[in-house]
């Protein structure tokens, strides 16, 4: 019987969720320049362009995680403007190496007009009842959400 895991950070960043949600939603490209240690390339699929990529997009990620560089990771993705949540579902890459399921999940929850709390999920099932959990995974993307705060912050 298969198990669906869930893990949750909740980021507090000094940026407003609107500019967060803008560089993660419209910008994903610039993430690799953004998270250099973390993301090296992010590829867009199917035609199109950055400028007219949204809904149901696939991006393919190149990263680093754990000392292991040239991991990828390919993606559909999706969006909810009305809540500022982006859905990454997972389709092929490294992750399934480990997890049969793997999902990411960004919302950026405004507090005032200059700071949020970025609410990062991973949903994920093992390959094997004893495989690993994804603590690393979710510290990967809390590392990936610093980076974007001290991105905004600086701009």
């Avoid at 960004?106 to 507090?111: A, E, G, L, T």
Wanted: include cysteine; charged fraction near 25%.
């Amino acid at each position: 019987m298969s198990v669906h895991y869930k893990l949750e950070a909740y980021v507090p960043i000094n940026a407003p969720a609107d500019k967060y949600y803008n560089v993660c939603k419209n910008r994903p490209h610039h993430l690799p320049n953004i998270s250099t240690e973390r993301l090296q390339n992010c590829q867009l699929h199917g035609g199109g362009s950055w400028d007219t990529h949204g809904h149901g997009s696939i991006k393919t990620w190149t990263y680093t995680i754990g000392g292991k560089a040239n991991q990828s990771f390919k993606e559909r993705v999706e969006f909810d403007d009305a809540t500022k949540t982006i859905t990454l579902i997972g389709l092929e890459g490294d992750v399934f190496k480990e997890f049969k399921l793997y999902n990411v999940i960004f919302q950026p929850i405004p507090k005032d007009s200059s700071s949020c709390v970025v609410k990062n999920v991973i949903e994920y099932e093992k390959l094997r009842d004893d495989g690993p959990d994804a603590h690393r995974y979710l510290d990967f993307i809390v590392g990936i959400t610093k980076d974007v705060e001290a991105h905004l912050v600086k701009a």
